[in-house]
């Protein structure tokens, strides 16, 4: 029996964590589950699976939480300050699949208490990489990848051997515009960004698929993750998205993780972690499935990429200027403020504008990821159209 917490309980990693555990109900207790706003999906979710507790974020929900779930054994709270302490209450495994940098506090925190946190939330590595991977070394906590390119990655590495790695090659699928000309992307719109040709995911990391910065957060992510050197870390599209990434070795050896493009099998890995489960994921059928495709990333067309392999480069506080930067153009784009291409280009001038350095705390970087958002914010109306 393995107790666990959600975090960000009713997304996409969320729900899909919950399914798996659903359909293995006697192997997992849930210690807490939590939302920031979506009280109704919280509500179902904490009344299907009884919680010790739920959690809702916006405090404005918590009169309703507490009001549908009296009478039953699950403690209803609400606040940020609640999410950070549901990520401490001893579960033996925590999924952190919070969206954006609200989950940097939470995930600080269940590493501090040294459990083994899988990691959806892909912004708590680019933005304090170095200040999470070392809390974790401190406190005996594990972290295991569950974004599906590091997950493969885990999955073929000898983390032990590190020094006979030649490279790491992170696969993209080159997103819905991969052979879109540059004129036509530029004219794209918020639907036509976010319908992925081969994973069903939130909107924000839909649309970075479609720009590549989700690439570029990924090359940020793996280089804390797996520390071999930014110089060993490579990108390659591949548009079928069922190589989810390789490892090549010293003497030529790639091994590649291959699977369908269903979150659910890296989840999977990560909740039986170190064993194996089951899944009802469809089968990989390679020979309907025929050939696989590799092709080198157009930066010239995906320019966020190339934006993100600077701000590694450079270090400091560049990658979470640039986390922060996007997701505001992000946003700005999903509400039809600013065009498609202005999100890479407006990350850009806010990188381009200041350089504090390395933050050497959680409080630091929410403070350089503030004021990040405020200088993006503020150019946002250079590009409004
Ligand atoms: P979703 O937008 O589907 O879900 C986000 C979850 O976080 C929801 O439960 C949401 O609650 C909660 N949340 C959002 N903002 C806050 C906040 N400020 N405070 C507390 N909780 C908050 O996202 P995804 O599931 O797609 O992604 C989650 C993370 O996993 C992201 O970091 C993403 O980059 C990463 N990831 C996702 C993949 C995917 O396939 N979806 C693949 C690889 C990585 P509410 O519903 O109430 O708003
Ligand atoms: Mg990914």
């Not at 990489?129 to 569950?146: D, F, I, K, N, Y």
Request: hydrophobic fraction near 50%; charged fraction near 20%.
């Amino acid at each position: 029996m393995r107790s666990v917490t959600i975090l960000g309980a009713t997304g996409s990693v969320g729900r899909s964590t919950l399914d798996l555990i659903e359909r293995n109900r006697e192997r997992f207790e849930i210690v807490a589950l939590t939302a920031r706003r979506d009280i109704d999906g919280l509500i179902e979710l904490a009344t299907r699976f009884q919680p010790r507790r739920a959690v809702i974020g916006d405090e404005a929900h918590l009169l309703r939480l507490r009001d549908a779930l009296a009478g039953t054994d699950v403690e209803a709270v609400g606040g940020e300050g609640a999410i950070v302490e549901a990520a401490a209450m001893g579960a033996d495994w925590m999924m952190a699949a919070i969206v954006g940098t609200a989950g940097l506090r939470p995930v600080m925190r269940a590493l501090e208490s040294g459990q083994i946190v899988a990691l959806a939330n892909k912004e708590a590595l680019v933005s304090a990489g170095a200040l999470m991977t070392e809390a974790a070394r401190r406190h005996g906590a594990t972290l295991l990848p569950v974004d599906s390119e590091h997950n493969a990655i885990f999955q073929c590495l000898h983390a032990d051997r590190l020094e006979t790695v030649r490279r790491i090659v992170l696969t993209a699928s080159g997103g819905p515009f991969r052979s879109w000309p540059l004129e036509r992307i530029r004219t794209a719109t918020p639907a036509e960004a976010v319908a992925h040709p081969n994973w069903s995911m939130g909107a924000k990391i839909s649309v970075d698929s479609a720009t590549l910065m989700n690439k570029g957060l990924e090359l940020i992510e793996a280089f804390h993750l797996f520390p071999v050197g930014v110089e060993r870390l490579e990108v390659v599209v591949h548009p079928q998205s069922i190589v989810h990434s390789l490892v090549e070795y010293v003497d030529g050896s790639l091994l590649a993780q291959l699977g369908p493009p269903d979150m659910r099998v890296p989840i999977a890995y990560t909740l039986a972690w170190p064993e194996r489960m089951e899944t009802p994921c469809q089968r990989l059928d390679l020979a309907a499935a025929g050939r696989l495709d590799f092709e080198a990333p157009d930066l010239g067309r995906f320019p966020a990429l190339a934006l993100a392999k600077a701000a590694l480069a450079e270090g400091g506080a560049k990658p979470a200027i640039l986390n922060a930067a996007n997701e505001i153009a992000v946003a700005s784009f999903l509400e039809c403020r600013i065009g498609f291409l202005d999100i890479a280009t407006l990350v850009g001038e806010v990188l381009a504008g200041y350089a504090p350095g390395a933050p050497g705390s959680i409080d630091a970087v929410l403070e350089i990821d503030r004021e990040a958002r405020r200088a993006a914010t503020d150019l946002i109306g250079k590009f409004a159209h």
